[in-house]
């Protein structure tokens, strides 16, 4: 297998390996803190993570408004604290090294006033934002305003071209990478357009190159693409190194850190 280099994200060397983030709770303070103390980047999940109480337990999140606007009320506010939480747990996890992502669901509810809260308490913590579930195109806009990186989570070139000429485009110094995560690889739930058959899986490889293609008409030649979906040996992916036609690229993993010491989730998932 051909070394795996560091590579420069965001204008600073990393190891090309990134925890992806997980919902809900799943990928927390101490795995992606963890993940980034080894030197890669850790992605704490900031969709209804998870807050404690004083004596360090578990704050339940329960809800007991009795309108759907005030249950929604209680819903941004317990996903604002939870996501402070575990920032706080990251940094101190990471130690300086590596890097911090928070990762949000575009279309989950209150998802840019849950973002904007965390960020709003956590300067300097958090060094990028991933995000994909829909067509995030403030997302780019929100990462300015709080000086950190932005990474959309898209599985064709074509979405991607969507955000970069009607949004991005604006703020290409903060676009720290573009994660394609496969439609049918990636665990979790998956975006398939309805060009694609879910029962017609396609190969990751051209369909990166041509991400790479619509990067570099970008003038994004030197931006990462980050692989997500499938990547489980990096054994498999010697061809993707050092490619032209893929470029520079970071591997992603979801399901397989599920299965580590610092995965908050239970063993009989595990
Ligand atoms: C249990 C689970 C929950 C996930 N939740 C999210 C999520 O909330 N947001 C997100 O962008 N991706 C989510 N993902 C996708 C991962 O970040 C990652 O891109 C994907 O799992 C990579 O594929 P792999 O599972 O084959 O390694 C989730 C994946 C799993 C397995």
């Not at 829909?134 to 950190?148: C, T, W």
Request: with cysteine.
């Amino acid at each position: 297998m051909k070394a795996l280099n560091p590579i420069v994200i965001a204008g600073q060397e990393v190891l090309p390996i990134v925890e992806g983030g997980k919902g809900v709770a799943v990928s927390n303070g101490l795995s992606s803190g963890s993940w980034a103390a080894a030197g890669g980047i850790g992605t704490f999940s900031g969709v209804n993570a998870d807050s404690y109480d004083t004596a360090g337990h578990h704050i339940p999140q329960l809800y007991y408004g009795r309108t759907r606007k005030d249950r929604h009320e209680e819903l941004v506010k317990y996903a604002i604290e939870g996501g402070i939480t575990q920032a706080r747990i990251a940094h101190e996890t990471r130690g300086n090294n590596g890097r911090l992502h928070i990762n949000i669901l575009w279309e989950m509810g209150g998802a840019e006033r849950v973002l904007e809260g965390i960020m709003d308490k956590c300067k300097g913590l958090i060094q990028g934002v991933t995000c994909g579930a829909g067509m995030p195109y403030r997302l780019a806009e929100i990462a300015a305003h709080y000086n950190i990186h932005y990474y959309p989570i898209i599985s064709s070139g074509r979405a991607f071209r969507a955000l970069w000429k009607r949004a991005y485009h604006k703020f290409a110094e903060l676009l720290g990478g573009v994660v394609y995560e496969d439609p049918w690889l990636a665990g979790g739930h998956n975006g398939l357009s309805n060009s694609e058959d879910p029962r017609k899986p396609e190969d990751p490889y051209p369909r990166v190159v041509a991400l790479r293609q619509v990067m570099n008409e970008a003038g994004l030649q030197n931006t990462p693409i980050i692989m997500a979906g499938g990547v489980w040996w990096l054994n498999e992916w010697d061809h993707w190194l050092d490619n032209p036609e893929i470029g520079p690229v970071a591997f992603q993993f979801g399901t397989r850190p599920l299965l580590t010491q610092e995965s908050p989730i239970s063993a009989a998932w595990k």
